[in-house]
Structure formats: structure tokens, C-alpha cells
T-cell receptor, first 112, second 115 residues
Framework: DTGVSQDPRHKITKRGQNVTFRCDPI?????LYWYRQTLGQGPEFLTY????????KSRLLSDRFSAERPKGSFSTLEIQRTEQGDSAMYLC??????????FGPGTRLTVL | AQKVTQAQTEISVVEKEDVTLDCVYE???????LFWYKQPPSGELVFLIR??????QNEISGRYSWNFQKSTSSFNFTITASQVVDSAVYFC????????????FGTGTRLQVTL
């Protein structure tokens, strides 16, 4: 079984630039989740999809953030006009309905 | 609101020692799941165990064991005969079984196992 994959693994950008991350879930999983993890903290929920529908968004997901899952398979997370406070690890997870969430390796974002 | 507390920020042990990682949770939900995940230096969260709130039986898997006590809202994790490869950050997490959408994580416990 192929696990959850994320691309890129690392991204360095300058403040004000836009960045986009991709997540490919485990193939038979219909739910996909995005979390953010800052240094020394546990992951914090951002949003999740069931198939192509975005069912829940955290208040952490400001209007500069947008996530899509157009065909119910892979998902993208875009951050517009990045700020230094956006520097974090962005984790993607997938599950089959309410079963256990399995995580990908994460994308580490550094905003200079 | 849900909350998971891992009071131990960092633990250092010598190889072959036993170590227990504490987890205390708060939830108003009557049904929920508890989890432990391991995060090695590579960064990927590795699933270790899921426990239903109705099932208070302790579980053992090799060198790992888990003690779930609903009366004290605790879900502790013990590693027996620790090894250097156990060095990682361990997270306890909670999810309600209603929407079963977002995991609520603790702040993690960093375990350092030395020779």
C-alpha cells in the first residue's frame, strides 16, 4: 500500500509570495485532512474534505488560505501573500470515513 | 471543547529502562477515540494505537502497552525496555465519534533514549 504523500517536502519563500502544497491520500480513503504544526506544538486542524466536499474549516484558516480537492483524490493547499507567521509544518492525513487518520511526511514551509 | 494535556515536555532514559508517557484529556463527549502517534525526526506522524472510549481494557503490543482509565481521564503509554530507535516525539490525541473529523492533539512528549 502506498501511504500519504506530500509535495514539496520543503519550501522556502519570501514574505508576500504565494505557495501551493499538494497532498495525495491513500487511494481508497475518501477523507482528507490538513493540519498545521509549529515548533514544539502538536498538529492543529485546518480543514477536511469528504470526497470533493470541504466539510469543515478551522478559524485558523484565514482568508489567505484556500484548500481544494476537485476530483475527490489529491488536494492542494494554497497560501496567498505569505507572512512569517505562516512558517510551519503542513501535514496532510487521510482516512476511510471516520477510521484512523494516516499522515503524510509533511511540507515544511519557511517564510523569510 | 476538547483538550489533551501531556505534562511531560521531555524525558531522557538510558536504553533498556522502562518509561511511561502521560496523557490526560478533557471532553464533553460521551463517545470518543484516543490515539497515540509517534513523530521521529523525519517528521512523519506514525499511528500507534486507537482506543474507543467504551473499551477500557489495557492493551499490549510487543514492548508497548497502554493504560486507559476513564475515571481519571488518562491514557498513558509505557515502553518497556526502551531502545534508541524509540527516540521521538510522542503525541496523544482525541477525536469525538460524532463527526470524527478533527483530531485534538497534546503538545507532545520528547523521548530521548541514550546508550
Amino acid at each position: 500500500d502506498t501511504g500519504v504523500s506530500q509535495d514539496p517536502r520543503h519550501k522556502i519563500t519570501k514574505r508576500g509570495q504565494n505557495v501551493t502544497f499538494r497532498c495525495d491520500p491513500i487511494s481508497e480513503h475518501n477523507r482528507l485532512y490538513w493540519y498545521r504544526q509549529t515548533l514544539g506544538q502538536g498538529p492543529e486542524f485546518l480543514t477536511y474534505f469528504q470526497n470533493e466536499a470541504q466539510l469543515e474549516k478551522s478559524r485558523l484558516l484565514s482568508d489567505r488560505f484556500s484548500a481544494e480537492r476537485p476530483k475527490g483524490s489529491f488536494s492542494t493547499l494554497e497560501i496567498q501573500r505569505t507572512e512569517q507567521g505562516d512558517s510551519a509544518m503542513y501535514l496532510c492525513a487521510s482516512s476511510f470515513f471516520a477510521d484512523t487518520q494516516y499522515f503524510g511526511p509533511g511540507t515544511r514551509l519557511t517564510v523569510l | 471543547a476538547q483538550k489533551v494535556t501531556q505534562a511531560q515536555t521531555e524525558i531522557s532514559v538510558v536504553e533498556k529502562e522502562d518509561v511511561t508517557l502521560d496523557c490526560v484529556y478533557e471532553t464533553r463527549d460521551t463517545t470518543y477515540y484516543l490515539f497515540w502517534y509517534k513523530q521521529p525526526p523525519s517528521g512523519e506522524l506514525v499511528f500507534l494505537i486507537r482506543r474507543n472510549s467504551f473499551d477500557e481494557q489495557n492493551e499490549i503490543s510487543g514492548r508497548y502497552s497502554w493504560n486507559f482509565q476513564k475515571s481519571t481521564s488518562s491514557f498513558n503509554f509505557t515502553i518497556t525496555a526502551s531502545q534508541v530507535v524509540d527516540s521521538a516525539v510522542y503525541f496523544c490525541a482525541l477525536i469525538n465519534t460524532g463527526t470524527a473529523s478533527k483530531l485534538t492533539f497534546g503538545t507532545g512528549t520528547r523521548l530521548q533514549v541514550t546508550l
